[in-house]
C-alpha cells in the first residue's frame, strides 16, 4: 500500500524546499536563456536599422560638435570620440557574444547567491 498522505496533513518536511529549489533552477534556466535570444533575434534588425546612411551621418556630426566643443576653453572638455562608427553598431557586431558570456557568468554569480539565501530561509522555516 502507498503511504500516501492525508488531504489534512502538512507536506512533507522536504517537499517545500524541493519545490523551491525546482522553481530557483527553472528562474535561472529563464534567466540565462531568454535575455540572450531576445537580443540575439532582435540584432539583425537592430544592425540592419544602424547601416542606414542616416546614423552614420548623425554619428559624424556627433563627432564634428565634440571636436568643436574640444577646442573651447570651458569647465567642461569634451573627447572626441576614437570610433569612426556609432558604438552600438560596434557592439552588437564585436562583442556581442562577448556580452553574452558575461552576462551568463555575472547573472549565475548574483543568482546563485540569490538561490543560497532563499533556499536558506525556507529550510530554516520548516524546522
Do not use: C, I
Amino acid at each position: 500500500m502507498e503511504n500516501v498522505a492525508a488531504p489534512d496533513s502538512p507536506a512533507p518536511a522536504g517537499s517545500l524546499a524541493r519545490r523551491v529549489a525546482v522553481a530557483l533552477v527553472l528562474g535561472w534556466v529563464g534567466l540565462l536563456v531568454l535575455p540572450p535570444f531576445g537580443l540575439w533575434t532582435l540584432r539583425d534588425h537592430w544592425l540592419a536599422e544602424l547601416d542606414a546612411p542616416a546614423v552614420q551621418e548623425q554619428w559624424d556630426r556627433f563627432r564634428q560638435d565634440m571636436q568643436q566643443q574640444s577646442d573651447r576653453s570651458g569647465p567642461v572638455q569634451h573627447k572626441v570620440p576614437k570610433s569612426v562608427e556609432p558604438p552600438l553598431r560596434v557592439w552588437l557586431r564585436d562583442y556581442f557574444w562577448l556580452a553574452v558570456a558575461a552576462w551568463a557568468v555575472l547573472g549565475t554569480t548574483l543568482y546563485a547567491f540569490l538561490a543560497v539565501a532563499v533556499l536558506g530561509v525556507v529550510r530554516a522555516a520548516q524546522q
